[in-house]
Protein backbone atom coordinates (compact mmCIF):
# COMPACT_ATOMS: atom_id res chain seq x y z
CA UNK A 1 0.00 0.00 0.00
CA UNK A 2 0.81 3.78 -0.13
CA UNK A 3 3.01 5.10 2.83
CA UNK A 4 2.88 9.07 3.48
CA UNK A 5 5.65 10.61 5.51
CA UNK A 6 6.08 14.13 6.92
CA UNK A 7 9.09 15.91 8.37
CA UNK A 8 10.01 19.25 9.09
CA UNK A 9 7.87 20.28 11.52
CA UNK A 10 9.00 22.25 14.78
CA UNK A 11 8.67 25.00 17.29
CA UNK A 12 9.08 28.28 15.89
CA UNK A 13 8.19 31.89 17.35
CA UNK A 14 4.80 34.26 15.82
CA UNK A 15 6.62 35.51 12.58
CA UNK A 16 8.67 32.66 11.79
CA UNK A 17 8.44 30.14 8.72
CA UNK A 18 8.54 26.29 8.77
CA UNK A 19 8.56 24.23 5.44
CA UNK A 20 6.97 21.10 5.89
CA UNK A 21 7.37 17.63 3.61
CA UNK A 22 5.65 14.85 2.66
CA UNK A 23 6.94 11.46 0.77
CA UNK A 24 4.98 9.54 -0.73
CA UNK A 25 6.06 5.91 -1.36
CA UNK A 26 4.36 3.04 -2.88
CA UNK A 27 4.79 1.87 -6.53
CA UNK A 28 2.19 0.40 -9.36
CA UNK A 29 0.08 3.32 -8.19
CA UNK A 30 -1.19 6.88 -9.54
CA UNK A 31 -1.32 9.55 -7.63
CA UNK A 32 -3.92 12.27 -7.53
CA UNK A 33 -4.95 15.36 -5.24
CA UNK A 34 -2.86 15.88 -2.48
CA UNK A 35 -3.16 18.03 0.52
CA UNK A 36 -2.00 19.27 3.82
CA UNK A 37 -4.59 18.66 7.23
CA UNK A 38 -3.70 20.05 10.30
CA UNK A 39 -5.48 19.62 13.46
CA UNK A 40 -5.34 21.53 16.80
CA UNK A 41 -6.06 19.87 20.32
CA UNK A 42 -9.66 19.99 20.97
CA UNK A 43 -10.41 20.68 17.95
CA UNK A 44 -11.51 19.11 14.45
CA UNK A 45 -8.86 18.08 11.61
CA UNK A 46 -9.15 21.18 9.03
CA UNK A 47 -8.18 20.85 5.21
CA UNK A 48 -5.39 23.32 5.20
CA UNK A 49 -4.49 23.59 1.90
CA UNK A 50 -5.04 21.17 -1.62
CA UNK A 51 -3.12 20.56 -4.83
CA UNK A 52 -3.89 18.71 -8.03
CA UNK A 53 -2.01 16.64 -10.15
CA UNK A 54 -1.57 19.27 -12.71
CA UNK A 55 -0.79 21.83 -9.99
CA UNK A 56 -3.67 23.47 -8.89
CA UNK A 57 -4.26 25.19 -5.19
CA UNK A 58 -7.05 25.88 -3.13
CA UNK A 59 -6.21 27.06 0.43
CA UNK A 60 -8.50 27.59 3.62
CA UNK A 61 -8.96 31.22 4.04
CA UNK A 62 -6.82 31.29 7.54
CA UNK A 63 -4.19 30.70 5.50
CA UNK A 64 -4.23 32.55 1.74
CA UNK A 65 -1.05 34.90 1.75
CA UNK A 66 1.24 32.89 4.00
CA UNK A 67 0.89 29.41 3.33
CA UNK A 68 1.93 27.39 -0.16
CA UNK A 69 1.38 24.09 -1.31
CA UNK A 70 3.61 22.81 -3.93
CA UNK A 71 4.81 19.26 -5.50
CA UNK A 72 6.95 17.39 -7.28
CA UNK A 73 5.16 14.56 -9.29
CA UNK A 74 8.88 13.34 -10.39
CA UNK A 75 9.77 12.88 -6.85
CA UNK A 76 6.21 12.10 -5.39
CA UNK A 77 6.34 14.84 -2.83
CA UNK A 78 4.10 17.61 -1.71
CA UNK A 79 5.43 20.55 0.55
CA UNK A 80 3.78 23.33 2.62
CA UNK A 81 6.13 26.88 3.08
CA UNK A 82 4.69 27.96 6.14
CA UNK A 83 5.53 32.07 6.63
CA UNK A 84 4.19 34.45 8.72
CA UNK A 85 3.57 32.16 11.36
CA UNK A 86 0.53 32.51 14.00
CA UNK A 87 -0.09 30.92 17.35
CA UNK A 88 -3.44 29.59 15.66
CA UNK A 89 -1.30 28.12 13.16
CA UNK A 90 -0.41 25.54 15.69
CA UNK A 91 -1.34 21.89 15.22
CA UNK A 92 -0.26 18.59 14.23
CA UNK A 93 -0.02 18.67 10.42
CA UNK A 94 -1.11 15.56 8.17
CA UNK A 95 -0.17 15.27 4.47
CA UNK A 96 -3.32 13.17 2.70
CA UNK A 97 -3.10 11.96 -1.20
CA UNK A 98 -5.78 10.24 -3.55
CA UNK A 99 -4.27 7.61 -5.07
CA UNK A 100 -5.94 5.22 -7.81
CA UNK A 101 -4.94 1.95 -7.19
CA UNK A 102 -5.71 -0.86 -9.29
CA UNK A 103 -9.94 -0.35 -9.33
CA UNK A 104 -10.39 2.09 -7.07
CA UNK A 105 -9.60 5.72 -5.69
CA UNK A 106 -8.33 5.12 -2.23
CA UNK A 107 -6.95 8.32 0.45
CA UNK A 108 -4.21 7.84 2.65
CA UNK A 109 -2.93 9.80 5.31
CA UNK A 110 0.57 10.24 7.23
CA UNK A 111 1.25 10.20 10.69
CA UNK A 112 1.34 13.79 11.33
CA UNK A 113 4.32 16.29 12.03
CA UNK A 114 3.80 18.72 15.37
CA UNK A 115 4.09 22.79 14.56
CA UNK A 116 4.20 24.97 17.30
CA UNK A 117 4.27 28.71 17.52
CA UNK A 118 4.91 30.06 20.44
CA UNK A 119 6.85 33.00 21.91
Known amino acids: QVHLVESGGGSVQPGGSLKLSCAAS????????MRWYRQAAGKQRELVAA???????TYVDSVKGRFAISRDNAKNMVYLQLNSLKREDTAVYYC?????????????WGQGTQVTVSS
Open 96 to 108: NADVFISVALQTF
Open 26 to 33: GSGVSIYD
Open 51 to 57: ISRGGTT
